[in-house]
Structure formats: C-alpha cells, structure tokens
C-alpha cells in the first residue's frame, strides 16, 4: 500500500505542476511536474513487485478519477484563492503555474489520461513480461518504452499549438532525458535492488 501511496501522491503532485516551467541547464526549461514524473515511472515497477499487475491497474484508476477530481477542483473550486495565497508568498511562479493550469485543465487533464492509460499499460506489460530478469533490467527496459511514449502524448496533447514546435521538441527531449535519468537514479535505491522477481505468474 505505501509504494502505491507514493505513487498517486507523485502523479497528482506532477499534474499540479506540469504547466510550471523553470529555467533548466541544457535544455532550456522544463516543467517542475516532469522532474516529480520521474519517479512515478520507477515507483509503478516497485508497486508492482508489491501487488502485481491486477492491483497496479487498479491504482492506476483511482489514480486517474483522482486526477479528474484535482484538475476539476482546480478550475472551478481552490484554484483562485490558492493563487493568491501562492502571491502572497511571493511564489509568483506556482500562482502563475495555478493560473494555467485552472485555465487549461481539461486539455491537460486528457493529456494526463491518455499518458497516463497507454504510457503505464505500456511500462506494466513490458515490466510483467520481464519479471523474471533481474530488477535493473526490468526497471530500465520498461522505462525506456514508457518514457518517450508518455512525454510525447501528454506535451502533444496538452501544449500542442500553444507552444511553437521547435520550443515543444525541445520541451519534449528535454523531459525524456530528464525523466529516464530520474527514474534510473530512483531505481539505483540499493533495497530496490534485491528485491525478487515479481511473483504473479499471469
């Protein structure tokens, strides 16, 4: 149960910042929900070894009806006082971020789905299938799939004619190589490392 908190605990966290860009080395900028994304990836392999296949597609849908309930939230509910809260502080990047995303919720909230549907079934079954190889294997080969595919669906979907489509290339290379080097570090945790092969056998 606590891999599967951390898990939906990272996925909403990212959401709430994924229209939060920051200035990074190399690739320009990169949002702060892509740096937080990078875990998720890792931490839906760990809470598979926990519960298998058939409890990780099940927290994927609590995971996508809780991600509905924020983005809506956020539109429609917290997302003004919260933004002048943020002000207040002088955080006038994540007011800002609040801002986008309350004004572009649905589109990100589709981009978030479909993301998080086709990029985690993606990484599941390639994780399931390799469950008898060693952790690093499993970990770095489903992520190397589920990486590109879940960066190029959400930024596309989301993004896609709001940003010029040399800054959304970017953008998105940026967030591929920032996410699979994210997700590796994560997996390096050396308990990570011993744990057995996933039991579930279908």
């Known amino acids: 149960m606590k891999a599967a908190l951390i898990y939906i605990a990272a996925v909403l966290l990212g959401n709430l910042t994924a229209t939060a860009f920051i200035p990074f080395p190399v690739f ?7 740096l937080i ?43 003004m006082p919260l933004t ?67 960066s190029v669906l959400f930024n596309i979907v989301a993004f896609a004619g709001i940003f010029e489509p040399m800054l959304l290339a970017q953008i998105i290379f940026g967030e591929i190589v920032i996410k699979y080097t994210i997700s590796a570090i994560y997996a390096a945790v050396p308990r990570e490392a011993e744990l057995p092969a996933v039991k579930e056998a279908a």
């Open 84 to 150: 002048e809260w943020f002000r207040a502080q002088g955080w006038n990047w994540l007011a800002d971020s609040t801002v986008s995303l309350a004004e572009s919720g649905p589109r990100v909230f589709v981009a978030s789905m479909l993301a998080i549907v086709i990029a985690e079934a993606a990484d599941t079954e390639i994780y399931h299938r390799l469950r008898k190889r060693s952790w690093a294997m499993r970990v770095l080969s489903s992520n190397s799939v589920s990486v590109p595919m879940d």
């Open 28 to 34: 320009g900028q990169v949002a702060v929900g892509t």
């Open 37 to 79: 994304f990078g875990i998720t990836f890792t931490q839906r392999d760990r809470m598979h070894n926990a519960g298998g296949r058939r409890f990780v597609y099940k927290v994927i849908g609590v995971t996508a009806l809780l991600t509905l309930a924020l983005l809506t939230s956020a539109a429609y509910g917290w997302g």
